[in-house]
């Protein structure tokens, strides 16, 4: 063919692309079709005639390109180019003024002139697009707020998310954020159609059909999504507000939330609250709250982010369903770390679309605080992911019994304490309690842990009721011979009515094996948490290791540097020093490491970029708040100081610097802009 013809079909398939696109824009974003549907489908037709006939100009942003296609086997993880950060969230007005006086506070600015972006909190998952020359390239989910996994194919079934960017003023990298979402109507078209899927919430209903290997099956479900900010871009966007990044985006041809507004101050962000409270049943999607932005992207920057959430947003959530049913009975059930908890078992009641079975009483203080008793009408909530609690009695049971903690352990037979001064009351059997040892096991290899996926509750439970392990090292001697005949349930047989039991097969042990001998290296920091030690969160963890850099350190680290470290109180250093003392424990981590447990310490690799490096901070920075920098050169191994000597790694200097910089010259400390900085940081 000439290359004049071929040049006439790529402009007609362009055209044609560009018509749909356009139509697909009306119909699905703006909610405003510009033709039927019939002159729809003969676009659309027009559109797969020229690419059978041409199947080398088939390009990965045609409307063509919506449609399914073959089942992964399963999703990859991908990196976010920014990270994706999650919110803070307050449930009531005083927490919110809290959070509108710190705002002042680092401002100073009266929170009256505080412009907001209100956004109604989406109650789907978040999605992260990446586009490449106004291509989109890539989708993927939150996962850890770092990597997530890899959805493109279901997210191009989406027919309000662009393919392609509309116009063609665009950078050419660039990360697009949003939520995906089911609206109220396609979730009850879902759940009543034929399909043998019944999910509990519009929300489930999304995340299950966006996590589905096969793309037809996303296809088939009514996923939408609305879009809310922009993450990593490479070019400058010259936006100045959040409410300007909405505007760009709605030009690009996103799906923006209707109902955002600006307002300003307290007063704006309760009467918006109110507002859509209000009439939250009528909005076609569900929403569980109002994310209030910072408007203006100078002070989102002088803000910054604090752990895992920004300073300059805050999700004020709805209050949480209630629901009325009975306490049945109630159960005491032993921690980690010997809190005996009092537990309801409740006459099975769905609130907030989960079906809720169980809740807890908290302990005996909050029991005989509300007065409740075994048979009692009671109301229950549950707010979002929490744990489901009782609020309040509804009517005293007839027949109410009175709800007494054990004198002695339900698992163990130990006693039962109340712990001094405290609510709570601790089994006296330590490890040799075998709830306790069941729990640190579990915990161990959770998720967050040691994140060991093929050993659950259930097992760990018989491993210990069976002696086969004794502590967490245990696990690490476990052997076909160990599992062989180990019972994990009992069956009845049909035919004689006997029971029989239920063994490990050959699979399920090679499978067991090999999930722990696939984490034999692990970071240093997710095993500090693996450990279980009270008060030792994810955080701690990983200041620990940062800190310590190898257990045998931290294990010789003494109570008054332990309680140095940032965020670490006296009770929690108090543990830690402690469970470093013990010889049980010792033994217990020293059999993991001649195991062949390998510890690995990320941060050194990754994060000591500035490891015995001093920096002291000058003038007004171009890019960020000095809290900010400071916590980013903290977070990456360095320190900080207020003034200049010889031992100062280098002087780091933003706008109109002070004296330092004079002193600097002096000692001839290096001295770097801040700028400059920012790329050593990659920031
Ligand atoms: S902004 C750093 N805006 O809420 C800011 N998030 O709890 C991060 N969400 O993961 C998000 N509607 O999935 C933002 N209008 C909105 C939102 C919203 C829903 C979700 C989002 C995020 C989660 C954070």
Redesign the pocket.
Known sequence: MSSKNINKIKKDLENVKNKINLLNHHYYVLDSPLVSDHEYDIEFQKLINLEESYPNLVSNDSPSQRIGGQPLSKFESVNHKEK????N?VFEIKDLKLYMERLEKNLLISSRNIKFSA?????????NLLYERGVLVLAAT?GDGTTGENVTKNVKTIKSIPLKLMGNNFPNVLEV???IFISKNGFDKINSSNSDKIFANARNAAAGSLRQLDPNIAASRPLDA?F??IGYSSGNLNISSQSGSLLKLSKWGFKI?EL?KIVSGLGGCKEFYKKIYSMRDKIPYE??GI?Y?VDNLQHQKDLG?VSR??R??I?HKFPAEQKITTIDKVRFQVGRTGVVTPVASLKPVEVGGVIVSNATLHNMDEINKKDLHIGDTVTIRRAGDVIPEIVSIVNKGVERKKIIMPKKCPECGSAIERVKDMAFAKCTGGLNCSAQKKAAIIHFVSKKAMDIQGIGEKLISRLVDEKIINNTSDLYKLNNKKLKNLTINTAVREDSGKEYDITLGDKSIKNILKSISDRMEIKLSNFIYSLGINEVGEVTARSLAKKYQSIEDLSKANYNDIIKLRDIGPVAALNIYNYFHNKENLENINNMLNSGLQLINNKKEEDNLFSNETYVITGKLNNMSRRNLEEYIIENGGNISNSVSKKTSALIVGLDPGSKLEKAKKLGVKIINDKDFYKILKI
């Open positions: 994706m950060f999650s919110l969230n956004e109604p909190k989406l109650d789907g998952l978040a999605i939150r954020r949003g939520e609305f809310y900010s939330c955002n929403i569980d994310v932005k982010f959430a920004p300059w947003a999700a």
